[in-house]
């Protein structure tokens, strides 16, 4: 079952504003994961942080994660047209590596 | 980067017939490898987990006798989708479990058609 939830379920910013997508979980995690798909394409890794981290940056990319409110946040700045897409965070757990996906963000950058 | 290739990218099948799609992992060894269900606008869902050499283990709902998964090798796994139906029609997304780190690599799916 999904045990991910992004809220919003769809954002539309303009090029240059910053996105903001948030990602809440029910059970104990051992990760959280955020990829990015492009329309009827495959998912691509985006940024990874452990359950003993915080915040996690990757060039424009900037999570966070509060285990104590089972919840994560996924920030872009300075957004470009060709970030458009949609945003998966994704929970894993256990050791059967297997990941759970939430429900996705569709964000579009207009030009 | 580690890359795994998935074909066919798009299918269209008659009802009753059979289709299998590949999963490949092209530079590295994948000892587990994934295969998920995808509606249009919905997320993933997850089918199986496909173990080299040892049968795959499915999710709960997942029909195994008609989603036959099979991974002979360490950088391969199908997943045979047995007497289609158009309620089988949908996208199929595969990755796989690098040993070194905690990553996942994802395939560029298959869009199945069945008519």
């Known amino acids: 079952s999904q045990q991910g939830e992004e809220d919003p379920q769809a954002l539309s910013i303009q090029e240059g504003e910053n996105a903001t997508m948030n990602c809440s979980y029910k059970t104990s995690i051992n990760n959280l994961q955020w990829y990015r798909q492009n329309s009827g394409r495959g998912l691509v890794h985006l940024i990874l942080?452990?359950?003993?981290?915080r915040e996690k940056h990757s060039g424009r990319l900037r999570v966070t994660l509060d285990t104590s409110k089972k919840s994560s946040s996924l920030l872009i700045t300075a957004s470009r047209a060709a970030d458009t897409a949609s945003y998966f965070c994704?929970?894993?757990?256990?050791?059967?590596?297997?990941?759970?996906f939430g429900k996705g963000t569709l964000l579009t950058v207009n030009p | 980067g580690a890359v795994v290739s998935q074909h066919p990218s798009w299918v269209i099948c008659k009802s009753g017939t059979s289709v299998k799609i590949e999963c490949r992992s092209l530079?590295?060894?994948?000892?587990?490898m994934f295969w998920y269900r995808q509606f249009p606008k919905q997320s993933l869902m997850l089918m199986a987990t496909s173990n080299e050499g040892s049968k795959a283990t499915y999710e709960q709902g997942v029909e195994k006798d008609k989603f036959l998964i099979n991974h002979a090798s360490l950088t391969l796994s199908t997943l045979t989708v047995t007497s289609a139906h158009p309620e089988d029609s949908s996208f199929y997304i595969c990755s796989a479990r690098q040993e070194s780190n905690y990553g996942y690599t994802f395939g560029s799916g298959t869009r199945l058609t069945v008519v």
């Open positions: 530079d590295f060894q994948a000892t587990t």
């Open positions: 942080i452990r359950s003993n981290e």
């Open positions: 994704a929970t894993g757990r256990g050791s059967n590596y297997k990941l759970t």
